[in-house]
């Protein structure tokens, strides 16, 4: 049986029966069983990952992803770069444009259902679109989606249509943007079969290329989440990352913080307001990760006491394994954004101080406030 023809429904590497340790593992007898009965060939890893919720780690590195997608630059295609509107930075990918030449590029900013129905699409857009440049991407165009509700995917399918001129359209992205999600409903929309490709809230779950036809002489092509190691869910074992990728509108929660106070995200990020007059926090954070106040003098008591306890996550034995934080400090003059990549961010009214105690790999911006 020549195994390599079958490549994996789900993730795309090719299917081998010879070593369990490495990708596209399926044991022979279960390939026969599958081919017999004209099923999607599945690898172990994402059968288990599809039926478990269990993710057996890839041999690909980062390198490896990188490589797969630089081979875009050498197509005539159209990219459909999905990035996710709660962590619009954490999910840029810095040099793109070498990765994919001049192929003209359609921006997807994902889960805009996150964000208060009150907030501005166009202002959203338009911000979007700013900050792409910042990254020397001019989109062709930009449209707001959410995979999980389905909001806006047949407009998405007409986007695509139209601006890949019968070409083939490359889906690229970094994890954790529900890249897959999407594919999977474009593929409904396509007229194909349900969740045909593996999703995850883990990092790394695509490891090929997969080719969802359009007609006879082009296709959708899924490529390899590329992994950004300045996310927080990143430092994080696999059963908490979930909780720090909301599923639900976000509900902001506002503090009115005198100096030297200090509110904690769980145990994964301190926020102290050092200097400045009475002033408002607002955290757009995950509602499933407590927020809590103390004064700034008992902020490394509080944080030794209480880490992995009332701060989580993270729990039991990954706080040992969590990075120490490290303080960045912002001098904010107006109202701001202080963005922690993969986290969400902290709206500041008023001119202040703001210490931020994070892991020293994760990025931590400032931005004029978008809401």
């Known amino acids: 049986m020549t195994e390599n023809h079958y490549f994996c429904m789900g993730c795309g590497a090719t299917i081998q029966t010879e070593n369990h340790e490495e990708i596209g593992y399926t044991p022979t007898s279960v390939l026969t069983k599958m081919l017999e009965k004209e099923e999607p060939v599945y690898c172990q890893r994402c059968f288990r990952l599809r039926n478990y919720n269990e993710l057996q780690s ?39 444009k070498r990765f994919i030449g001049n192929n003209p590029v359609l921006f997807v900013a994902n889960k805009v259902d996150l964000y208060p129905k009150s907030v501005n699409r166009n202002r959203l857009k338009n911000w979007i679109e700013r900050f792409a440049k910042e990254y020397g991407i001019r989109p062709v ?9 389905r909001i806006q995917i047949d407009e998405l399918l007409d986007k695509i249509n139209e601006y890949r001129q019968g070409k083939d359209a490359y889906v ?34 695509t490891l090929g290329q997969i080719y969802i036809p359009f007609d006879e002489k082009s296709s959708l092509i899924d ?14 074992a696999e059963k908490e990352v979930k909780k720090v990728l909301p599923q639900k509108e976000l509900q902001p929660k506002t503090f009115q913080l005198n ?11 301190r926020v102290d307001y050092t200097k400045g007059e009475r002033n408002s926090l607002t955290f757009y954070t995950p509602q499933t990760i407590e927020l809590h106040r103390t004064k700034l003098e008992k902020a ?3 944080y030794a006491r ?62 004029p406030s978008i809401i």
């Open 58 to 96: 890839a041999s690909l590195s980062d390198d490896d992803f990188l490589k797969m997608l630089s081979s875009i630059a050498e197509e005539d295609a159209l990219v459909v770069y999905v990035v996710d509107l709660f962590d619009l930075y954490g999910s840029m990918i810095s040099g793109l």
């Open 141 to 149: 165009d930009t449209i707001l989606v959410s995979a999980n509700k």
């Open 306 to 367: 209480h880490n992995g306890t009332i701060l989580t996550p993270p729990t039991g034995d990954n706080v040992k394994q969590y990075p120490t934080l490290q303080k960045i400090v912002f001098s904010v003059k107006e109202k701001s954004d202080i963005v922690i990549a993969g986290l969400g961010w902290v709206t500041i009214q008023k001119p202040g101080t703001i210490e931020i105690w994070s892991p020293k790999e994760v990025d931590v911006i400032k931005r």
């Open 172 to 205: 690229v992205g970094v994890t954790n943007v529900g890249k897959s999600t999407l594919i999977n409903k474009l593929i409904q929309s396509i007229g194909g079969t349900k969740d045909v490709i593996t999703t995850s809230q883990f990092p790394g779950t």
């Open 223 to 236: 490529t390899p989440g590329i992994i950004h190691r300045h996310q927080i869910a990143h430092y994080l």
């Open 300 to 302: 490394d008591e509080f």
């Open 259 to 269: 100096a030297e106070q200090t509110i904690f995200i769980g145990g994964l990020v």
